[in-house]
Each structure stands twice: as structure tokens, then as C-alpha cells.
């Protein structure tokens, strides 16, 4: 698929301010759309919207399918009539910069219950038929990942191979006694994942009445405690007790001298392909409907994936198998036409990838932090393809500040002679120089990090590969987004021939 020229910044929902501990798709999430507007961006960049577990992590999510419930708006709820007014007065006392999981998570479903409680029995008018047929269209997911929670709590949250054997196994009649059982917890479940996608389509609605493409993202794999494991294994890899026999990696890197251990059930490539990659296909055509660009994460493991054995503590012991290659995104293409995407197509790059994402031609991933080590280094702009795009650096990475105050000396020269920032007359920081460097870049699509906009240094740093815990925290603060901002940003696209315009919208 062709894409226009444009840019656009990589935030994801939960690093939006706002007074309930958490970014969520209420007014501060229009605010910003009317700010990419006012900048004459096309793009706003997500990450995964799954329900997130342990971790918080956007790429181990509960479903696939599923949308995360704490992005879910009080405010929307209340204009509503699903909230009053005094179930928001007292809240926690969260912290403004960055996100509290665990405060938040408690009190976000405690106020999700109430608002159930009031559709049971005083739904707003015509809503209750927007439910039924939310839950009618979506059931093929739906129904199992709502029980799959349900059991999860009645289990003490504790993953599903742990549960009773006869639940594990998805007994039919231990599963119909369940749905019985649960009915109003499950009722509740699908309640919370009517709410989201309807938050969620309103304001990819108002996108699109702004010119605004939403770019998601879809990790290769899904987390192992997850409603797509429990409801399918045969699609995974796991021995008789279901637990997976291989799992899923990549070897030392860039990021990690042991390499990354993700952990997640490697797929069964064989049965995908014995029907035609059905499951692969309701995947996509769900994400598709949510947002107009994916970003497939992980794009080398189609072509071929690091196995590593289960029970290993690190990821430097494995082999490298070969994925589905064409052969998945030709099924993909079969079925939904034309693929929307973006390949992330960093790491460890063989021929056979670049003959995948080619064969498609699909852009693929230039990332700048990347770039300074010499002249033929293949991140600088002056080698991209017009067939790519270009980031500052990513949620993985550290903010552009961060990255150019530890990285080696001579990079950082290089950079600022690469920049032109010898040049008596620079006054911008050097997290402004290099998203400029993008914008003037010929690569189809350029985009940053919020944060290096702001020229914020490690303390805007999102994510740190290989840490379990203390990531995806962090939030926006009031006011950041000043006028100054938006007509800097406005200048590079009608300089680099970026502006927003009516072909853009979806």
C-alpha cells in the first residue's frame, strides 16, 4: 500500500494528563488530536491496546482481541449518565508525571462496577441495544475472553495452567457451569470491552474528521496467560500440561548482552497454515477496525524467530527457525486486500527479511539514535528509501536527551556535525535538531516520541527492555503542549512537505 508524506507523534493513551492516575480517551485525548491538527500532523502513533497484567506491559496483554479498560474515560461516563458526580470527587492521590498501576488499577475497576450497576438498572437510552449488538458482533472473542477473566479472578489471578484441570482444559460442561456461575461477573466484562470500543471508535472518528490516520501496533506473539493461549493451544506450542515447550526471544542485541527472554508460546506455524491463517486474519481485520496503519512488531520473526527452550533464564541459548513467510501474508492479503503497515524490521536483519517486507512493499523502520556511528552508517537520512519511516527513537529506546548525554563521544560529535550543530547560530536542543532531521528526511513517514519533542532527558523514558517492572509509567504534565510547540512542528510540515490535507483522512 502507498502512503502519502506525512508525520506525527508517538504517544500511547495512558501518557495523557489528567486527574485519574492514568491517560484514558476522554477530553485530554481530543485536546491532543486538535493539537496534532493545529500542527498540520496526519499521524498519531499508539502503542498495543490490550488489556495489560502483570508487567503493565502493552505487549503481554490478556487478548489480542480485547481492548484495556483503564483507558476507559470517567468523564465520558458521567456526561453519560453511567457515573454521578460524586463518584469522582475523592480520588486517590496519584501522581501527576507518571502512572501508579496498581493504585490506579483498583480504583478504575471499582468505579467500572459502579457504572455496570447503573446500566443494570437505569441504562441510558438506547444504549442497552448498542450492547447487545457490541456483544453479538464481537462474540467470537468475546464471550471466551470475558470468562477467561472471570475464572482468573475467581482464581486468584494466578495464570490459567494453574486452575482446576477440568477449566484448564476447557471441559464443556465444567465451561457451561462457569457461564452460569459467573453470569453477572461476565456480564460485567463484556460491559467494561463495550465501553472501551465505544470510547475508542468516537475518537478515532474524531481523527478522522480532523484528517488524522491512527498508525496501532501488534506484537508477533501473545503473552502465555492470555484468552488466545487458553482458548486455542493447538495454535502454540505446549507440551500435554499445557505449558509451552519452546518460547519466544531474541538473541543478545543493541538492547541486552543476554539478549531478551520475552517468554511468550511460540505459534504452531502449521496449523495456522492448515486453515488458511484464520486466526491470524480475525486479528488483523479486528485491529483494522480500530485504528488505519499497523505496525507489525517484530517483523524479522515472520520470516524466521529465535526459539529459545523453555526453562532457560536468559535468551542467549536458542536457534533460529524459519516463521510462515509469504506464505501468511499472502493468505492476509486474500482476505483483507491491500496491508496498511509498517514493518518494524530492526535487530538482527537477514536477506530473507528484507525480502519479505520488500516483496509486500512495506516501509520499513529508521531509527536515528541508530545512525551516528560514520558516514555509511543505513540510519542516516541520506541513505533512506522514500519507502520508510523515520523515528527519533521508539518506546524501547531512551528519549533523544538521554541517548546523547551517555552515548560515546565520538558519536555524539558526529551528531552535531551531522546536525550542523558546530554552527554559532543553533539555539535549539539537540532533541529539536534531530526530529527536524526526520521531518526533512525523504522517508514517507517521520515521527517522534512526545518526549523528545519536549526535550525531555531519561526521566521521559518509557521503556527499558529487559526490565520486568517500573516501565510504561510514564505521563504528560498540563500545559506542555504550548503554542510554540504546535507552530514549530507546523513550520517543518509546510517546509518539508508534511502538511495535513483532506487525502490523508481515512
Not at 521531518?439 to 525531555?456: H, K
Request: with cysteine; aromatic share 14%.
Amino acid at each position: 500500500m502507498k502512503f502519502e508524506r506525512a508525520s506525527g507523534i508517538l504517544l500511547h493513551p495512558t501518557s495523557l494528563p489528567g486527574p485519574y492516575g492514568i491517560g484514558d480517551l476522554g477530553p485530554q485525548a481530543y485536546r491532543f488530536l486538535d493539537f496534532l491538527a493545529a500542527a498540520d500532523c496526519s499521524l498519531w502513533q499508539v502503542l498495543p491496546l490490550g488489556p495489560t497484567g502483570y508487567g503493565d506491559s502493552p505487549y503481554q496483554c490478556f487478548s489480542a482481541f480485547a481492548g484495556n479498560p483503564y483507558l476507559i474515560s470517567p468523564d465520558l461516563l458521567r456526561q453519560e449518565g453511567l457515573l454521578t458526580h460524586d463518584d469522582l470527587v475523592e480520588l486517590p492521590a496519584f501522581p501527576e508525571e507518571r502512572v501508579d498501576y496498581g493504585a490506579v488499577i483498583w480504583w478504575k475497576l471499582g468505579l467500572l462496577d459502579r457504572a455496570a450497576i447503573q446500566f443494570e438498572h437505569n441504562p441510558p437510552p438506547g444504549l442497552r441495544a448498542e450492547y447487545d449488538a457490541f456483544c453479538a458482533a464481537q462474540s467470537d472473542w468475546l464471550d471466551d475472553f470475558a470468562l477467561f477473566m472471570v475464572l482468573k479472578e475467581e482464581n486468584g489471578g494466578s495464570s490459567w495452567d494453574r486452575w482446576p484441570a477440568l477449566l484448564r482444559k476447557r471441559e464443556a460442561a465444567a465451561l457451561s457451569e462457569a457461564r452460569q456461575r459467573l453470569h453477572v461477573a461476565i456480564t460485567r466484562q463484556k460491559f467494561r470491552q463495550f465501553l472501551f470500543f465505544r470510547q475508542w471508535q468516537h475518537l478515532r472518528e474524531y481523527a478522522h474528521s480532523l484528517g488524522i490516520q491512527i498508525i496501532g501496533d501488534i506484537p508477533i506473539f501473545v503473552a502465555y496467560d492470555s484468552a488466545d493461549v487458553w482458548t486455542h493451544p493447538e495454535l502454540f506450542y505446549l507440551d500435554d500440561e499445557g505449558k509451552p515447550s519452546v518460547v519466544a526471544g531474541v538473541p543478545p542485541d543493541y538492547f541486552s548482552p543476554t539478549g531478551q527472554l520475552w517468554g511468550n508460546p511460540l505459534y504452531c506455524w502449521e496449523t495456522h497454515r492448515a486453515d488458511d491463517y484464520a486466526w491470524w486474519t480475525a486479528r488483523l481485520r479486528a485491529t483494522l477496525e480500530m485504528v488505519d496503519i499497523i505496525r507489525l512488531d517484530h517483523f524479522r520473526g515472520f520470516a524466521g524467530y529465535w526459539e529459545v527452550p523453555a526453562g532457560m533464564p536468559t535468551a542467549e541459548i536458542g536457534r533460529w527457525v524459519p516463521g510462515p513467510g509469504a506464505d501468511l501474508f499472502l493468505a492476509l492479503r486474500r482476505s483483507l486486500g491491500d496491508l496498511p503497515m509498517i514493518a518494524e524490521d530492526l535487530g538482527e536483519i537477514t536477506p530473507d527479511v528484507v525480502a519479505l517486507r520488500d516483496q509486500f512493499d512495506l516501509p520499513g523502520m529508521k531509527i536515528l539514535q541508530f545512525a551516528f556511528s560514520g558516514p555509511e552508517n543505513p540510519f542516516l537520512p541520506h541513505h533512506y528509501p522514500r519507502n520508510c519511516v523515520v523515528y527519533t527513537g521508539t518506546h524501547d529506546n531512551d528519549t533523544a536527551i538521554g541517548w546523547y548525554k551517555t552515548a560515546p563521544q565520538e558519536e555524539r560529535d558526529f551528531a552535531d556535525a551531522y546536525l550542523d550543530r558546530r554552527h554559532p547560530g543553533v539555539s535549539t536542543g539537540f532533541a529539536t535538531d534531530l526530529a527536524r532531521a526526520a521531518w526533512a528526511s525523504t522517508a514517507v513517514f517521520a515521527l517522534a516520541p512526545l518526549q523528545d519533542l519536549l526535550e525531555l532527558d531519561t526521566t521521559g523514558r518509557m521503556n527499558y527492555p529487559g526490565r520486568a517492572s517500573g516501565n510504561w509509567g510514564w505521563r504528560m504534565s498540563e500545559g506542555v503542549l504550548t503554542s510554540d510547540l504546535q507552530k514549530r512542528i507546523k513550520t517543518w510540515n509546510w517546509m518539508y512537505s508534511r502538511q495535513r490535507c483532506a487525502s490523508c483522512s481515512a
